[in-house]
């Protein structure tokens, strides 16, 4: 007796449904990309660009008067740090030092990394406990914005969701849209 699959439990799927679904998914989620990505991004570039600014917090109007905060957009902030930025002349250096294998040992490179020092005067990347400049490694003064991104508060984020639930309302049935029914489904207000 062989095996046979229980696919009498499963209704067959139809191919073109699937992808008309996805077609149509992808479209809005374009289309709203092509709305929401200038205002994320607008906002990111206000807060970047705004000297002195860190964060900026969203609140929601309330029919009853007052705001309920929404989230905080918060920008990351790149650290200072020291990057080998010419290979060949660090990988001498670390020869001469005797710091290498076939590569820089990756502890010497850390621990010296770790401790330079950056001279602003001459523009030279300095090792404190020898006084040497070290060829190959600039110095990256960090303060660059690497992100801006949400932390949203609850409460907030749960009554925005409310008030956008239209939105559902005008996608809840794609995911069963066939091409039967195409024109009905995505009618306004159904």
Known sequence: MSAQPDDQDTPAVDHGDLALRAAVAYRVKQRIGEICDPLIAANADNIRDTKGLRSTRAEMPLSAGGTLAVGTFTRSVSKPKFVV???EAFLGY????GETEYVVRPAFEKGLLGRLKYDPKSG??????????IPGVTYEPGGDTLSVSPKWDTDGIAALDDRLGF????????PTLTSADFYTALEAGK
């Not at 939105?167 to 794609?174: G, H, R, S, T, V």
């Open 124 to 133: 030279d990347v300095v090792d404190p406990t020898s006084g040497e400049v």
């Open 85 to 87: 930025a010419d290979r």
């Open 167 to 174: 939105l559902d309302m005008a996608l809840e049935k794609l």
């Open 94 to 97: 670390a020869d001469e030092k």
